[in-house]
């Protein structure tokens, strides 16, 4: 996923997919936990994705207010 992708989409989108992606770092934290983590490059991945989602809402909401 890049910003590109992320900046097309909806603020509501942009939430469920954060929420989606949350919940994928809490399981991938319990798999390395329990010693069940194969791939432990996924956790910096998601943890990344999060970031750019966060980072493309701060910038939607910026804009927001600027219009206003």
Known sequence: MNATELK?????Q??????ALKKE????RFQQATGQLENTA???AV??????IMTVL???AAEAAIAN
Request: no cysteine; aromatic share 4%; hydrophobic share 35%.
């Open 47 to 52: 943890r990344r994705d999060v970031a750019r």
């Open 42 to 44: 996924r956790m910096r």
């Open 14 to 19: 942009l939430r469920d997919q954060l929420v």
């Open 25 to 28: 770092a809490f399981n991938l």
């Open 8 to 12: 097309a989409k909806t603020p509501d």
């Open 58 to 60: 701060n910038q939607k």
